[in-house]
C-alpha cells in the first residue's frame, strides 16, 4: 500500500524523496533497455503500468484511513526484472498521484514502497530460489510465481502499514488487519502464480527473468 492522501513529516518525505530519486536513478541508467525490444515486450511492459494504478484503486478500507489492494508487483518484478520493474512501478505511482490527487510530497516515500523495496525484494527471492533449489522449470514457477510471490507480498504488506501506522500515530490498528493482509496475499500469489505459467509457457519472450539455459536445457 502506498500513503497517498495523508500528508507526511517533511524530514521524513525530503529524507524518502532523496532517497528514492538517487536509487531510480542509478536503476534507471543501468536497465537493460534493448531486451525490450523483444516481439510484445515493450507493449507489455506498458500495459503492466496501465494496470496498476487501476489495481491499486480497487481497495479495501480499513479502519483508521488504511486501505488493502492487491499490489500487481510480484508479476511485474518476475516478468521484467528489477530494474525494468522498478522503473515502469515508478511511473505508475507518478500516474496515480497524478490521476487520483495524490499529495505529491508523499512521492518519495510512495516510490519506496511500491517500486523500489518490490523490485529489490522480488530479485532477492529469484536469486534465493536460483541458487538454493533444483534448477528446473517448476521450480521457477512455483518457488518464484506462488511461494516466492506470497512470502514477498507478506514481507511488503507488513514493512507497508508498519510506516504507516508509524507515521500516522494517532491512527489505532485495526485487530483484524493480519488475518486480512495474509488472506490477500495468498491470492495474489495464486493468481501471479498462474499468470507466470500462462506467460512462460505462451509468451516466454515477455518474461525476460526465464532463462532456457538454467530451467530447460539438459532437463
Do not use: Q
Request: net charge neutral; proline share 5%; aromatic share 14%.
Amino acid at each position: 500500500m502506498g500513503i497517498f492522501n495523508e500528508t507526511l513529516p517533511y524530514a521524513v518525505a525530503l529524507v524518502a524523496a532523496i532517497g528514492a530519486f538517487a536509487t531510480l536513478y542509478r536503476n534507471v541508467r543501468m536497465a537493460d533497455w534493448p531486451r525490450l525490444a523483444a516481439p510484445g515486450a515493450f507493449s507489455a511492459w506498458c500495459c503492466a503500468i496501465i494496470l496498476l494504478p487501476m489495481i491499486w484503486r480497487f481497495s479495501v478500507p480499513l479502519s483508521g484511513g488504511a486501505a488493502l489492494h492487491m499490489a500487481g508487483l510480484p508479476i511485474f518484478v518476475l516478468m521484467f526484472g528489477r530494474r525494468l520493474a522498478m522503473t515502469g512501478a515508478a511511473l505508475s505511482v507518478v500516474m496515480y498521484t497524478l490521476a487520483f490527487n495524490g499529495v505529491w510530497t508523499n512521492l518519495g516515500l510512495n516510490l519506496l514502497l511500491l517500486a523500489i523495496v518490490p523490485a529489490y525484494c522480488g530479485e532477492a527471492l529469484m536469486r534465493a530460489t536460483e541458487r538454493f533449489l533444483p534448477r528446473h522449470m517448476f521450480v521457477y514457477l512455483l518457488g518464484n510465481g506462488f511461494f516466492g510471490t506470497m512470502a514477498m507480498l507478506a514481507l511488503l504488506n507488513m514493512l507497508s502499514f508498519g510506516v504507516y501506522y508509524a507515521m500516522m500515530t494517532t491512527v489505532p490498528v485495526p485487530d483484524d488487519i493480519l488475518a486480512y493482509m495474509l488472506l490477500l496475499s495468498w491470492g495474489e500469489s495464486f493468481l501471479t502464480g498462474f499468470l507466470l505459467t500462462m506467460f512462460t509457457v505462451y509468451r516466454p519472450e515477455w518474461v525476460l527473468t526465464f532463462d532456457d539455459n538454467v530451467y530447460l536445457r539438459g532437463k
